[in-house]
C-alpha cells in the first residue's frame, strides 16, 4: 500500500508542478532553444568543436561545460529516458528511485526520489547533475550544494507541449556532443505524429468521442485540462477532452465526472492500481456515464503519458487506440 501512495503523490506532485510553470516554460523553452542554436556550429554526434559551451538552463542559471560530460546524475526518469534515447546510457551513473525505463536504468546509482541523497550525488563525482524545472525550487538547497562543490547543475525545462519536449532534446544533445542523434530523434518523432495526425483527420466529426482522463484514482481523482500533454494528444488523436475548457490539472469529484458524460474514460494508473477498469465500472452513481454503459474504460501507462521524452510517442499511440480501435489497430 505504502509504494501506491508513494506513486500517486510522486505524480500528482509533478502534475501540479507541470501546471503552475506552464507559462513561464514557453519564454524558457524559447530561451533555452535560442541559446541551444547560437552555441550549434556542428550537427555532429561526440564532436568537441562546440566546447566549451555556456548554455542558460530552465532556472535562467548560465551553466558552462568545457566539453561533454563523461559522468551524468539524473534527477528525473524523464531525464534518465532522453539519455539513454541519445545512447548515454553508459555515461549515466545516477538516477533517481523512480526510474524504470529502459531497463538498464534499473543497474544505476539510486540518488532518491523526492528527496535527493546529496552525500550520494557528490560520492558519484558527476560531470553534471540533470535536474528539472518541476522539482528544482523544492531543491534548491540541495542544488546548490553540488554548485558550490563545483558539479554544474542544469536544470531541464517542465516541457508541456511537444514543441518543448523538441527544444529539451536539442538542449541536451548540444550538453553532452549528440545534437546529430537528438535530430535525429526529433525528425522522427515529428514523422510520427505527422501519420498519427493525417489517420485521425479521416474520423468523421459525428464519431468524434469525447474523453475523461483520470490520472489519479479514488478518491484523489484528477484529470487533465488545457496546458498538459495529455490534452494536446487528445487534440492531435482528434478527440475531445472532457474538461478542455479548464486549465491544468484538475481535482474531480463523482458528481462532476457523471455530469461531464464522457463517450470514453482512460485512466493512466494501472501500473500501480490493480484492475482500473473494474473500479471505475463499479462505482456507485456512475450508470448514466456513456463510457460505462458502453464500457469504453481503457488504462495507458502513465510513463508513457506524462514523461516528456522520446516515448510520448507511443503515448499518442496508445491513447488512440484506446479510444478510437478501429481507426488505429
Known amino acids: 500500500m505504502w509504494k501506491q501512495l508513494l506513486a500517486i503523490l510522486m505524480v500528482v506532485s509533478l502534475l501540479v508542478g507541470c501546471a503552475s510553470n506552464g507559462n513561464d516554460e514557453a519564454e524558457q523553452a524559447n530561451t533555452e532553444g535560442e541559446a541551444a542554436e547560437e552555441q550549434t556550429s556542428s550537427e555532429d554526434n561526440d564532436s568537441d568543436d ?26 528525473i526518469p524523464s531525464n534518465t529516458e532522453i539519455l539513454f534515447s541519445l545512447g548515454l546510457g553508459d555515461r549515466v551513473v545516477g538516477v533517481s528511485d523512480f526510474a524504470n525505463y529502459p531497463e538498464e536504468a534499473a543497474s544505476k546509482e539510486k540518488i532518491g526520489g523526492q528527496e535527493l541523497n546529496i552525500e550520494k550525488i557528490l560520492s558519484l563525482e558527476p560531470d553534471v547533475v540533470m535536474a528539472h524545472a ?22 531541464v525545462q517542465d516541457a508541456t507541449s511537444f514543441e518543448s519536449v523538441y527544444d529539451t532534446l536539442a538542449s541536451v544533445g548540444k550538453i553532452t556532443g549528440t545534437s546529430g542523434k537528438a535530430s535525429t530523434i526529433v525528425e522522427e518523432m515529428k514523422a510520427s505524429l505527422v ?14 468521442k469525447k474523453v475523461f482522463m483520470e490520472v489519479s484514482p479514488a478518491p484523489e481523482i484528477y484529470t487533465t485540462g488545457k496546458g498538459t500533454f495529455l490534452n494536446e494528444m487528445l487534440n492531435t488523436i482528434n478527440a475531445t477532452n472532457a474538461v478542455g475548457d479548464q486549465e491544468g490539472w484538475i481535482k474531480m469529484n463523482n458528481e462532476a465526472i457523471v455530469e461531464l458524460q464522457p463517450e470514453v474514460i482512460v485512466t493512466t494508473y494501472g501500473y500501480y492500481t490493480e484492475n482500473p477498469k473494474e473500479k471505475v465500472m463499479s462505482r456507485e452513481g456512475w450508470d448514466s456515464v456513456p463510457a460505462i454503459k458502453e464500457e469504453q474504460v481503457y488504462d495507458v501507462h502513465s ?14 499511440n496508445e491513447l488512440a487506440k484506446a479510444v478510437y480501435p478501429d481507426t488505429f489497430q
Open 50 to 75: 562546440t566546447y566549451p559551451l555556456t548554455i542558460r538552463d530552465a532556472m535562467d542559471n548560465e551553466v558552462t561545460f568545457e566539453e561533454a560530460p563523461k559522468k551524468i546524475v539524473s534527477l
Open 134 to 155: 518541476s522539482g528544482a525550487h523544492n531543491s534548491e538547497q540541495g542544488l546548490q550544494q553540488l554548485r558550490d562543490a563545483g558539479i554544474p547543475v542544469y536544470v
Open 195 to 208: 501519420e498519427i495526425k493525417q489517420k485521425a483527420d479521416d474520423i468523421p466529426n459525428e464519431e468524434k
Open 303 to 316: 510513463d508513457l503519458v506524462t514523461r516528456p521524452g522520446p516515448r510520448l510517442i507511443e503515448g499518442v
